[in-house]
């Protein structure tokens, strides 16, 4: 169970602007630590770090206006000059929305090759969760990929870990076209009868990639978690493997651990591993790779994942 140690957030409310990196502690795991902050309905949610740039002042910000009533996108905010799209997390995960005034905090997100602010209450707490404190929420929630139990100020409460990829898909919807048109410019891949294990726990970057796969022309297996993957290779001869691509943040088994236990059985040494994810900052991308990974490629973009398979799978 993950315990919340204390408001941080509440130590910088004096502050213009509150820098994400003081609330994190320089001694936790980024692939492990989250965001936790409140929805209108009072319900916690959470998104991990690694995703997010900082934290920002709501009222502070200069905003135009979108006068398109129906669109996710409330506005766009200057931001360090750059021109930002913001939108009201509420509103997205279908939240009753409250007044203007009651929302205190932009989070500043940043992957996927995009960049845009989540408009909320305020931050709870910076907390270390673990994959096996996670569950999986995917099929009771569409946005949401797990949800798991925090102690907050005393209190056991439930906190959904919300599905950032289907909310990047759901605010810039060209994503979907641009992916569909990058399908279309890739050729098969030619003379590989091994297959490719990849797993992954958002079911609408698994139904990209098995596109993806199709298109390729390539064998494949899916897994929706590293562990599901992992405990499937006793029925796999090593022999039939041809590349592993796994996400990070996974409830049974992260990709951390995935890779440290292909990387310590030695029959799997000739066999490279992307890491597919959004969570990836310069310095976790070094270290993915002393860890064992080969390439690590973000999400979303099926043009580059496709180069990688390329570059990567054995024959």
């Known amino acids: 169970m993950a315990e919340a140690t204390k408001n941080q957030a509440s130590y910088y409310e004096e502050e213009d602007e509150l820098d994400l990196v003081k609330l994190v502690s320089t001694s936790a795991n980024d692939a492990n630590q989250y965001v936790v902050f409140s929805g209108s309905n009072g319900e916690l949610y959470a998104k991990n770090v690694s995703k997010l740039e900082e934290l920002l002042v709501y009222k502070d910000l200069k905003i135009a206006k979108n006068s398109d009533k129906k669109s996710l996108i409330i506005g766009t905010a200057d931001i360090r000059g750059r021109m930002t799209t913001l939108v009201n997390f509420d509103e997205w995960m279908g939240n009753e929305v409250l007044d203007d005034d009651a929302y205190e905090l932009v989070v500043l997100a940043s992957y996927g090759g995009h960049r845009f602010g989540m408009i909320i209450q305020s931050v709870e707490n910076i907390v270390t969760i673990e994959s096996e404190e996670m569950t999986d929420n995917s099929n009771?929630?569409?946005?949401?990929?797990?949800i798991t139990r925090l102690t907050m100020q005393g209190q056991e409460r439930l906190c959904t870990i919300f599905d950032s990829d289907k909310m990047l898909?759901?605010?810039?919807?060209?994503?979907?076209?641009?992916?569909?048109?990058?399908?279309?410019?890739?050729k098969s891949?030619?003379?590989?009868?091994?297959?490719?294990?990849?797993?992954?726990d958002s079911r609408f970057v698994r139904k990209m990639v098995e596109d993806l796969f199709i298109k390729l022309d390539i064998k494949y297996e899916i897994y929706d978690d590293g562990k599901d993957l992992f405990e499937d290779l006793d029925n796999i001869d090593v022999s039939e493997i041809g590349l592993f691509i796994t996400d990070l943040e996974m409830p049974g088994m992260g990709g951390r651990e995935l890779m440290e236990k292909l990387r310590s059985d030695e029959k799997y040494d000739d066999i490279h591993i992307i890491v597919h994810t959004n969570m990836a900052n310069d310095a976790m991308e070094d270290a993915l790779k002393d860890q064992g990974a080969n390439s690590v490629i973000g999400k979303?973009?099926?043009?580059?994942?496709?180069?990688?398979?390329?570059?990567?799978?054995?024959?």
């Open 169 to 186: 898909l759901d605010i810039f919807d060209d994503i979907d076209d641009k992916s569909k048109d990058a399908l279309e410019r890739i």
């Open 140 to 146: 009771d929630n569409p946005k949401s990929t797990f």
């Open 189 to 200: 891949v030619k003379n590989v009868e091994k297959k490719i294990l990849f797993c992954d």
């Open 300 to 315: 979303i973009n099926m043009l580059q994942l496709g180069e990688a398979i390329r570059e990567h799978i054995r024959s």
